[in-house]
């Protein structure tokens, strides 16, 4: 293992040890120092980022990759604002999540703590740098970041205004560090762990990133591979509300895991399905479907198999008849993806039954998919979401990066 | 793989989906159904448990593992009465840990639902069938259990026993599940996750076990690998405290993982060395040390470097002398295993640092070590203890084998 890597856990476990003895106000002193550096190195950053846009021109690489690579004042501004955002929040360090009593007078309390070093994997996103880096230290982790190769010279430069935050706070400025290399080694050396430094691994970008973490990493992982999100409109639907949700859940971002890429409708209210195909493809999204959504306007494609399974991250949507709501869940449980799915029902007892035996992360009622977000969950900000079963599950903000312990107090029990 | 053990896991899933549904009222039935099963065949479950263990005389085994494999009437009843305690325990699916109203008026609750499938994989200890297979039916999960195979057909006949309660209980026999191959292939394949099947994998058994299980699985895993427990006695401890904790943490049960293994004492107190060692060594027990604690007594043994990072799980102690607290706190960070340690000590401000500071999973002031176990914490019974820092940390009972989902109802939200 490259020594230099090596160093950058060794140095983020000590960081960690500190970091998860500061004061809130240390911490958010910190994190308001770093928004001042950010805006005092805007220039400078910016800068940078035309350098690393320019060179992603040079290789030809996707315009919705130049985008998310690319700063300009907002964005450069919105970075500040987000890192004075996660200031506001509550410390979720200290918590006492539950507390009780023995019979024989033993207290015991379980006390929210961080998580210790984590490692953030992401492609060129600048923004991700400063989000990860101040979330991470709210929690009180220390994070060691990996931005993709494209984005190297910007990232170095928020980073080091996040140092400079850290500093100014009297806070180890090793809790928040770049790995430095570009090569693609260090993405598996983080993966194993950096010789049991890391406790953590959130991916934050596309399938195939997520997939090689997912497949490769020797430590827990927050993640999710992908959102394939379903609406199911029961019989006992209203009709505009049904129109509205699933022109929203599919249509309002279409390149976010939370958005819907599967709408279900109860062949017991077969009148729905026309009107709600016209609202999609009024909106100039693609419908593909079963026979009876094909039979109920012309415009529709044929759906194959794939298309059940397939996250589109873009204006299509697929489509098709079920037979209530347990074919609903039946069909959810078999193509999705345990990210979010909602139902459009008046019948309680339908909505509750929808809620409780669908296995998905995130289940609504009367609402939208997009709703699957940390910011709409009133986290405050979220550093991903994750569909795995352990520890976190749905939006991973400041609270899911901690973990906890029992704090026993005695006066001197010995067990009988 | 396999197609035997391929379609257990098959057979567990679809087993899962009921279970997660099946009511308090049911799963209760079943597991009081279970004890009646096992006590009626108590005399069948002994003859097989008899072959066993001649088996293993034959092979010449330890006597330690030929003990835990031994089945008596006394320890059948005990299985049977441990499913009748876990009937008694409240539900832990259902349960809404969190609920808020967001300012839309979306109402979003979080509540506890089963992890799905879990892999016990232990030794030839026969009562942890009963156990692992009833903990996991009231958490509403499927078990997969591979026993040690010189247990085998005693755990064949208990199985058998609780797979007739569970259809007592109207609920799939097939949520309890043994691996019938007594190959260790069967561990391999379960490790790798049965292709997607199990969610968890629990062992239970030695640090060797334990080790090849966290080295080899491809999903996660509640464990520890092994119990390096501490007490620290402060200088403003209560003496007569501190050698009643000493005592108890050490020699109560001396095979349990939260028995202690090292003593850490004060220099500012250094009058309380001599005494705590005389308690030791009055009961039995072996000290090895530093300078001062062989200085204190001609019958502590030298320690090594590496008795400080020895589980003995047996009546020897390492013992030490450290400059106060801050200095107790960093031999246990080097050394320890973020399980339990123990601060004895009169002065609260003390008592809080040694708390908030330490980095394990059970910390404790002025109470023995050997309060490790989740009866002790009033969880009822546990299935082990775990040290990782994901999900469940310190004892792991019937809510620790549960994840949660987040419910959200509103009435029409979309997304702006």
Chains 1, 2 share one sequence.
């Not at 160093?7 to 994190?31: D, E, F, P, V, Y």
């Not at 200290?94 to 023995?102: I, L, S, T």
């Not at 009622?365 to 969950?377: C, I, K, L, P, W």
């Not at 994750?386 to 107090?409: D, E, S």
């Amino acid at each position: 293992m490259n020594d230099v890597t090596l160093n950058i856990g060794k140095q983020a476990r000590t960081a960690a040890r500190t970091l998860a003895l500061a004061s809130t106000s240390q911490k958010n002193a910190a994190l308001k120092a770093m928004a001042k550096h950010i805006r005092a190195q805007a220039a400078a950053i910016q800068s940078a980022n035309d350098m690393d846009v320019a060179g992603a021109i040079t290789k030809d690489l996707k315009s919705s990759f130049i985008d998310r690579l690319t700063l300009n004042a907002v964005r450069i501004e919105a970075m500040a604002q987000g890192l004075e955002d996660i200031a506001a929040l509550d410390d979720p360090v200290g918590r006492v999540q539950e507390k009780w009593k023995r019979p024989n007078g033993m207290e015991i309390s379980r006390v929210s703590v961080p998580i210790g070093v984590i490692g953030i994997i992401y492609e060129s996103r600048p923004n991700v740098t400063a989000d990860a880096g101040g979330l991470c230290l709210k929690s009180g982790n220390a994070a060691i970041l990996r931005g993709g190769s494209d984005g190297f010279a910007t990232s170095q430069l928020i980073v080091a205004a996040l140092q400079q935050g850290l500093a100014d706070g009297d806070l180890d400025p090793n809790s928040i560090q770049m790995v430095q290399t570009t090569s693609r080694d260090a993405v598996g050396e983080m993966l194993s762990g950096l010789n049991g430094t890391i406790d953590l691994i959130i991916p934050r970008g596309g399938k195939s990133l997520v997939a090689r973490v997912n497949e490769n990493a020797r430590v827990p992982v927050f993640s999710h591979l992908e959102g394939i999100c379903h609406v199911y409109v029961d019989k006992a639907a209203d009709l505009e509300m049904a129109k509205s949700i699933v022109l929203n859940s599919k249509m309002r971002r279409t390149g976010v895991c939370g958005s819907a890429e599967t709408i279900l409708i109860d062949r017991a209210k077969i009148s729905n399905l026309a009107p709600i195909i016209s609202t999609l493809i009024n909106a100039g999204c693609e419908v593909r479907g079963d026979k009876e959504t094909m039979a109920a306007n012309p415009a529709v494609k044929p759906a194959s198999e794939e298309d059940w399974s397939t996250e589109y991250l873009d204006s299509i949507v697929s489509m098709r008849v079920v037979d209530g709501v347990d074919a609903a869940i039946a069909h959810i449980t078999k193509y999705g993806s345990q990210h979010t799915d909602s139902i459009v029902t008046e019948d309680q007892a339908t909505a509750e039954h929808f809620l409780n035996d669908l296995d998905s992360a995130i289940v609504l009622h009367n609402a939208s998919t997009q709703f699957a977000d940390g910011g709409e969950f009133g986290f405050g900000a979220e550093i991903g979401i994750a569909t795995g079963k352990m520890h976190a599950r749905g939006p991973v903000g400041v609270n899911q990066l901690t973990t906890f312990k029992y704090q026993i107090r005695g006066n001197g029990q010995i067990r009988p």
